[in-house]
Every structure is written in C-alpha cells, then in structure tokens.
C-alpha cells in the first residue's frame, strides 16, 4: 500500500465531447481522464496502480492536455459506455 | 520506516517573449522554467539531477527546449528589450493621442465626430457631454464611441481615408511578417527539436497575427473586419486556384463572406467574431491538409509571407476591383 501522484490517466474507448476549453479557448474533442487518487495497491513504479481508494474524473483537453470540468461518477460511466 | 519520494519538480526562472502559442494559438508571454528530477527522503530533498530548461506557453505548456542556462538568459534578455519596446511604443502612442491637443488648439471646432475641443486642453463627448481633460481616444464616463472618434493623429474623412488607414495597416503588417518570418527562421531548427508537425502551422501564424492586429486595431471599424476577411479569401482564390479545393469543408463560409464584400450588407455583429476565427480556422484547415515533408514546412512558411504581400499589393493596385468573381 503507497501514495502516489500518478497524474492524469485517459480511459481508453470513451465517448468524446466537443467543448471550448476554459483555459486555451479552443474547441476540441475533450477526453475522458480520471485521476487516482487516495491509498494505492499495486507496483509503485508502473503506470496505473491495481486498485486505488478514489478516483476523480475529468474532461480533458486535447490541445492544452489540461483538465476542465470535474465529472460525477455517474456522468463519467455514461461516457464510458460508448 | 522508510519514507522517500522520487520525480520531477519545475520551477520558473524568467519571462520570455510575448507570442503567440502555435498549439493553443493563444498570445502571451511565454515563461522559462527549469525541469529536473529530484529525490527526497522524508521529504526532504537529497538529489538533483538532469537539469533542462523550457521555453514555454503558461496556458497549455507546450514549447521549445533550450540548449543551456545561456540561451534561456539571452530570451530573457531579449524580452527585456521587447517589454521596454512595447512600453516606449505605448508612451509614443500616448503622446500621438495629444496631437491635436498640442497642435490644433482650436476653440469650438469639431475634430471628430465623437469628442470636441472647447477650448485648448479641454474636450468634451458628443454622447455624454461630459467635460474632460484627460488625453485619449475614448470618454472616460461613456466610452461608447470607439467608432466615430478620429483616428490617432489624423482627421476621419469617410470611407477613402479609411481606405488609406487599412493599407497602412496592410503595408505594416507586411513588415511585421518579414521580421517574423526572419524570426521565424532562426527558431525553426529549435522548433524542429521539438516537433516538426507544429512548424506547418507557421503561415497560419503569420495570417493570425494579420487578423490579430487588424481586427484588434481600434483604428479600423469592425464593419471593415469581415470585409477584410472577405477579401483575402477572394484574393487566394485567385491567387491560388486550388484554394477552393483545400477548404472545402469552409466553402459555405468563404462564399457568405465573399457575398458580404461584394454586397456590402449590414453586418450583425456576431459576424465580425465569426470572420475572425473563422479565418484562423479557414487557415488551419489549409495548412493542416498540406502534406508537412521535409523542406515543405520552410515552403509554408515563405507561402504565407507571399499571400500576405500579394494582398497588400493588390489593395494598393486595384482596391475593391480586384474581385474575381
């Protein structure tokens, strides 16, 4: 069990949403990223840790790689079936 | 236990110049930050290593590596002297603002349409009939004639003067390009470094920073922004007959625009808006199409400074009768 900052993560096979970015102002596809965050299981120098206690989700920017809004749970699952 | 910690810190060091992004097409000044990798045992840092340094966009961080410490001083230095060029710019703009005040103290005579001298030093606004002392092109309560107030310097005599004022903004930009190309062209091997597809986008850059100053100029009315617009695309139909065919997903908006200029409509003032980022997008779209082999960023980037002085010529040659269609 460790902590970590692990950074900003894409889920892979997400729908995409054309939105104008708050901080570059351009407009773009935004991807679905989530952050672990909290306690880890896994190996800490790998990519993604195994488990983590928390996630946060996000929508990311594709031309400033930043991200923009704050997702719920939910919002982020019915992205995630695409 | 044993508590340590391992990654990456950055800080920033200095100002670079004032530019524009060419990822996020946003203009500003850049930073320069220095990366490394550090190690820290409970935290508290042991180790430092791999130092690099940035020159960067602060919005979306994207930018070019530098060689050394030296280089990230000279752009540095360099954005001294441009922070000091644009403060005396400024203050030269400032002093022409007073022009009629220091040349023409004449009592009750309309200098503008939006403010009247009344007496030497003093103005009053045509709107709010506010009285004022201060210098400057707009009245300090209402601020709402940004049209109808005389060009810095010069009288505003209808549409021909205007004409006049747009190819000087024309024949300026020309040189701006020249210096930026130049510019450009000594970044262009560091830019290379850091990814050749970015150097495709340096006409765009060139056209932006055209519609940038034009569009941003108080000095040209926002009517005349779409006409503008409408133009040079005309223009680079006829300079380029492939042009249509580069932007045929924008050939709805390049016909609207052309219509405008040739029609000379009342425009809604979404539009002006619209022509402007319409026009970055029309470029992008251009120059996002072009295959970027190698040699043919460098051709780009001459493409763009032609299309930009050819413009400036035919305004000069033909004016409004150079429309093609």
Same mark, same amino acid.
């Given at each position: 069990m460790f902590i970590k900052?692990?950074?900003?993560?894409?889920?892979?096979?997400?729908?995409?949403?054309?939105?104008?970015?708050?901080?570059?102002?351009?407009?773009?596809?935004?991807?679905?990223?989530?952050?672990?965050?909290?306690?880890?299981?896994?190996?800490?120098?790998?990519?993604?840790?195994?488990?983590?206690?928390?996630?946060?989700?996000?929508?990311?920017?594709?031309?400033?790689?930043?991200?923009?809004?704050?997702?719920?749970?939910?919002?982020?699952?019915?992205?995630?079936?695409? | 236990m044993i508590i340590f910690g391992w990654g990456k810190n950055s800080k920033e060091i200095g100002k670079g110049l004032i530019q524009e992004c060419p990822n996020c097409k946003n203009v500003r000044q850049w930073i320069i930050v220095?990366?490394? #990798?550090?190690?820290?045992? +409970?935290?508290?840092?042991?180790?430092?290593?791999?130092?690099? +340094?940035?020159?960067?966009c602060p919005v979306c961080n994207n930018g070019i590596k530098l060689d050394s410490l030296d280089d990230a001083h000279k752009i540095m230095e360099a954005a001294i002297e441009q922070e000091a060029a644009l403060k005396k710019q400024y203050s030269e703009n400032e002093c022409n603002s007073s022009y009629h005040q220091a040349s023409a103290p004449i009592e009750n005579?309309?200098?503008? #349409?939006?403010?009247?001298?009344?007496?030497?030093?003093?103005?009053?606004? #045509?709107?709010?009939?506010?009285?004022?002392?201060?210098?400057?092109? +707009?009245?300090? #309560?209402?601020?709402?004639?940004?049209?109808?107030?005389?060009v810095r310097g010069e009288k505003m005599e209808g549409i021909n003067a205007m004409d006049e004022k747009i190819l000087k903004v024309f024949k300026e930009l020309t040189y701006l390009s020249e210096d930026f190309y130049s510019d450009m062209m000594k970044i262009y091997p560091s830019m290379k470094k850091v990814d050749a597809q970015k150097a495709k986008y340096c006409p765009m850059m060139v056209f932006y920073l055209a519609f940038f100053d034009v569009i941003r100029s108080d000095e040209v009315p926002q009517e005349k922004v779409e006409e503008i617009s409408g133009l040079i695309c005309a223009l680079l139909a006829r300079l380029n007959p492939q042009f249509i065919e580069l932007i045929d997903d924008c050939q709805d908006f390049v016909n609207k625009l052309i219509q405008n200029y040739m029609k000379k409509e009342k425009k809604e003032p979404e539009t002006v808006f619209f022509a402007y980022s319409y026009g970055n997008w029309i470029f992008h779209k251009i120059f996002s199409k072009i295959p970027s082999e190698k040699g043919e960023d460098i051709q780009a980037l001459k493409f763009g400074d032609y299309i930009l002085k050819k413009v400036m010529t035919y305004w000069s040659e033909q004016k409004k009768s150079l429309l093609p269609f």
């Open positions: 900052n692990y950074g900003l993560l894409e889920v892979k096979n997400s729908k995409r949403i054309k939105r104008i970015c708050d901080i570059c102002n351009n407009e773009c596809e935004q991807i679905l990223v989530y952050e672990p965050s909290g306690l880890f299981i896994g190996l800490p120098f790998a990519k993604k840790p195994w488990l983590s206690s928390s996630k946060h989700y996000f929508l990311q920017c594709t031309v400033c790689r930043k991200p923009n809004k704050i997702l719920t749970k939910d919002e982020a699952k019915s992205l995630m079936n695409k | 220095e990366t490394s #990798k550090k190690v820290s045992l +409970y935290f508290v840092p042991v180790a430092k290593w791999n130092k690099e +340094y940035f020159c960067i005579e309309t200098v503008s #349409k939006g403010k009247i001298v009344i007496e030497s030093g003093m103005w009053e606004c #045509k709107d709010c009939h506010i009285k004022m002392v201060e210098e400057g092109d +707009y009245c300090s #309560k209402c601020r709402g004639h940004k049209q109808n107030v005389a």
